[in-house]
């Protein structure tokens, strides 16, 4: 029953009245906005979910807005007669409550005592900016606003699922319109300052998304993201999270950047399980790649991407060892030092051979720390493959180990992992201090630990 998810920015400046003489320079955007909102009234949706980042903000969970009617205006941008109206569908609003009210991650529900912006009860302009332009296309759909929570974005992925859910028990042909903008720190004299990781952030989200990386987009560095200044993350997390354990096609429609600030209009259309599956044969690995090991069969999907061109999307029958879910880092080395390394603590594929292929490739091609790996050096690059045991949540340090087990550091939406028995690492104090600092947890910041074991394979 969901149908498309839109990315959208939402600077007031982008309406014609606001923008004015200045809308030239946003005209990208504009045509952006204006042909996404064509692709939403094409797919016919009877609801829509909004997603903002500027509504009320709670670390509980997301905010949902339960007034039956709301609205709101751009006065505080110069023009208070553009208003804009939208309806709560207060069935799929109760089905919402009923699925959160037990769930790790519950929603916080507003009503219009507490919840009002400019006398209204109450669109922010993140939500309005949107819906100005789904109004100008003349869908006038009724629906949810959302607010995202200031929550991991493991737990805003979750929350997705249970937007999924909600959207199937309603019955009704919805779709999502996640809004944010990305980096507020592109050049000199942005509205955040300038960082230059604030290209590299809109880079590689924009990346991410084209080539339907979900996993990797909410394992974004969380350093990365502070440096660019982002506000929509989040919003994108959950709308990803609708679609979890599916494949899907993102169209990135515009992108520009023009006052400093990233502004990407795309959207993401959800595969059924019909054109998810592949019928061609010559794209399968054979499960004999598997007996000799899992870094053995690491090579042979790196022998496939770099020869082949394409990543393997079956395996054959596999034993039940490759069959299980377990999160797996694949390490590559050239003469000795480092050349890639790229995991997941956790499973987030359907087998571990799998798990293991999309690390493999990620980690020759995707680890920001090194260039590509390219095909003439692989005779030459070392592969050993790490799968973890589930984490363990421990009390306090005295129950970890450097040699024994692997770290794992959280404090809200931050988190660092150190896998164990590594070189010049001897101690706990210096293991939980390394992670930390990958996550940016400073010393004196309370955290949560957890440990695992690894099995270390090696050709």
């Known amino acids: 029953m969901l149908s498309l998810i839109g990315i959208a920015p939402h600077p007031p400046i982008i309406i014609p009245d606001i923008g004015r003489g200045e809308l030239a320079k946003v005209s990208k955007t504009v045509d952006g906005m204006r042909l996404l909102s064509q692709k ?60 959160t ?6 929603a916080v529900f507003l009503d219009e005592n507490n919840y009002r912006i400019n006398g209204s ?21 009724p629906g949810l606003h959302i607010t995202f929570g200031f ?30 903008d990305l980096s507020h720190r592109l050049f000199p004299g942005a509205p ?18 084209r080539e339907g990386k979900a996993e990797e987009i909410i394992n974004i560095d969380p350093k990365l993201v502070e440096d660019a200044g982002e506000c929509g993350l989040r919003s994108f997390v959950i709308a990803l999270g ?34 998810s599956k592949t019928a061609e044969t010559g794209n399968d690995i054979q499960a004999n790649f598997l007996e000799p090991g899992p870094a053995y069969f690491a090579r042979k999907v790196l022998e496939n991407y770099f020869f082949q061109g394409t990543i393997p999307d ?13 999160g797996a880092f694949v390490s590559l080395k050239k003469s000795g030092k480092l050349r890639g390394c790229i995991g997941t603590f956790e499973a987030v ?63 809200g939406h931050r988190s660092g992992l150190l896998l164990p028995d590594l070189e010049g690492v001897d101690t706990v104090e210096e293991q939980v201090g390394i992670a930390r600092q990958k996550a940016g947890i400073s010393p004196g910041e309370a955290v949560e630990l957890y440990r695992f074991k690894v099995t270390r394979y090696t050709e």
Do not use: C, W
């Not at 949706?45 to 909004?50: A, N």
């Not at 079956?314 to 377990?326: E, Q, R, V």
């Open 314 to 326: 079956s395996f054959g029958n596999l034993s039940p060892h490759y069959s299980a879910k377990a």
């Open 40 to 99: 939403f009234k094409d797919k016919s949706p009877e609801l829509i979910i909004i997603i903002t980042p500027h509504g009320n903000v709670f670390r509980e969970g997301p905010a949902v807005l339960t007034g039956k009617r709301l609205s709101g205006n751009f006065g505080q941008f110069g023009s208070p007669g553009i208003k804009i109206e939208f309806e709560t569908d207060l069935e799929m609003l109760e089905i919402l409550r009923e699925e």
């Open 349 to 411: 594929r359907e087998n571990l051979a799998s798990e293991i292929a999309a690390n493999a490739v990620s980690a020759a091609t995707r680890d920001p720390r090194f260039p590509p790996v390219s095909a003439d050096e692989l005779p030459a690059i070392e592969i050993s493959v790490d799968i973890l045991s589930p984490l363990e949540k421990v009390a306090n340090e005295s129950e970890l180990d450097p040699k024994i087990y692997g770290v794992y550091v959280r404090s």
């Open 101 to 106: 009210a037990s769930g790790p991650l519950q």
């Open 121 to 141: 009860q109450g669109l922010d302009h993140g939500a309005m900016v949107p819906l100005y332009y789904l109004n100008e296309a003349g869908l006038y759909l």
């Open 192 to 209: 955040a300052g300038y960082s230059p990781r604030g290209a590299e952030y809109d880079q590689l989200l924009v990346r991410l998304l």
């Open 151 to 180: 929550n991991s974005y493991r737990d805003l992925y979750d929350f997705g699922v249970v937007l999924k859910n909600t959207i199937d028990q309603r019955g009704s042909k919805t779709a999502i319109m996640a809004s944010g």
């Open 242 to 275: 609708a679609i979890r354990e599916q494949e899907f096609t993102a169209d990135i429609i515009s992108y520009e950047g023009p006052f400093g600030v990233g502004y990407l209009v795309a959207s993401i259309e959800p595969q059924n399980d019909e054109m």
